[in-house]
């Protein structure tokens, strides 16, 4: 997996690198074909914006955040990313298991 993160406005830490790669852990265990992810923070005025682009095989998930602290907004933001690739990994299983029904009737 490519892990790429970049600050607009804003120096990226390394602790809030190492609190989003704890949090991406969570993503990885869901989708084992997660191919890059591109996070971008950014600071304007009093509002803290966390986006993410994610790569899968087959899909590309993107999710944005906006919070008045940067670490309240990567929480929420993993939580939007985490219900999002949840959906994406029902819709290929349901689609494998109507193959397989399909296969069995013939």
């Given at each position: 997996m490519n892990l790429k993160i970049t600050g607009?406005?804003?120096?990226?830490t390394p602790s809030i690198r190492e609190y989003i790669e704890s949090?991406?852990?969570r993503i990885t265990r869901h989708v084992?074909?997660?191919i890059g992810v591109n996070?971008?923070?950014?600071?304007?005025k009093?509002?803290?914006?966390?986006?993410?682009?994610?790569?899968?095989?087959?899909?590309?998930?993107?999710?944005?955040?906006?919070?008045?602290?940067m670490y309240a907004a990567i929480d929420?933001?993993?939580d939007k990313l985490d219900r999002?690739?949840?959906?994406?990994k029902e819709k290929q299983g349901e689609h494998r298991?109507?193959?397989?029904q399909v296969d069995a009737t013939l």
């Open positions: 607009l406005h804003l120096e990226v949090k991406l852990e084992d074909n997660v996070v971008t923070l950014s600071v304007d009093l509002v803290q914006k966390a986006e993410v682009n994610v790569h899968l095989a087959g899909k590309d998930i993107h999710v944005e955040s906006e919070e008045a602290d929420t933001l993993m999002q690739v949840l959906k994406f298991a109507n193959a397989q």
